[in-house]
């Protein structure tokens, strides 16, 4: 598994509690998981850890992804040319994204020409570096970004907040039964049904794993 549970706060606790919750998947159906991927995943990073090391070491992105497929990317609200930029202390946010079209779009990619039009949005990575400090991410996979990774990242695992997943699952109602064949909690199979209803209540966070019989394991781009 990704190694992403932790604290809510800024930093990993082993007093935190996380449910540990298992899907097993209709074929076909992952897809309609990737809502949470938007929402965001959290992993825990040391002091002074780069975007690319998050990327490539905690989450097992490939350099050739990071590089010729995710061409934006946010770092709390700021835009990064810089992956090698360092992740700040306590609690972020980092948004991922394939290039987005029109000149916006172009404008927002990292390494472009047009950067000098945005660079009061831009993270500069002297910021970076003097608030770096050991925390924790939430990680926004969008567009074709989450298309590619997801398979790979539900199938290793994630950690989401509780209430992402209440949020989710209490939205998708009847919809879940559609795309899931199987749920265990802490090791327990549980309904279905009960995927509606918080049956994780009093855990901070949830590692959710998801397999699907039919289909081999994923390679990593």
Not at 79 to 98: H, K, M, N, Q
Not at 184 to 200: K, M, N, V, Y
Request: glycine letters at 8%; aromatic letters at 6%.
């Amino acid at each position: 598994m990704i190694d992403t549970a932790g604290s809510r706060e800024d930093s990993f606790s082993p007093r935190q509690s996380v449910a540990t919750l298992c899907l097993v998947m209709k074929p076909g159906r992952l897809p309609q998981l990737y809502p949470l991927l938007q929402h965001g995943f959290v992993v825990q990073h040391a002091s002074h850890c780069s975007i690319r090391a998050l990327l490539c070491e905690r989450m097992s992105v490939s350099s050739a992804y990071v590089e010729n497929n995710i061409q934006t990317i946010f770092l709390n609200g700021k835009v990064v040319d810089d992956i090698d930029s360092a992740l700040p202390e306590g609690r972020s946010t980092l948004a991922l994204s394939a290039a987005m079209p029109g000149l916006v779009g172009a404008a927002l990619r990292r390494k472009t020409a047009l950067g000098k039009f945005r660079s009061g949005i831009t993270l500069s990575r002297a910021d970076s570096e003097a608030q770096s400090g050991p925390g924790i991410s939430a990680v926004k996979l969008f567009n074709l970004v989450a298309r590619d990774l997801g398979p790979i990242l539900f199938a290793a695992g994630l950690t989401f907040d509780t209430e992402a997943l209440d949020a989710f699952f209490s939205s998708a109602g009847r919809n879940v039964l559609s795309f899931c064949r199987k749920a265990e909690l802490d090791g327990r199979t549980i309904p279905i049904e009960a995927l509606t209803s918080s049956p994780w209540a009093g855990a901070v966070y949830v590692s959710l794993k998801v397999c699907s019989p039919s289909h081999r394991a994923p390679v990593a781009p």
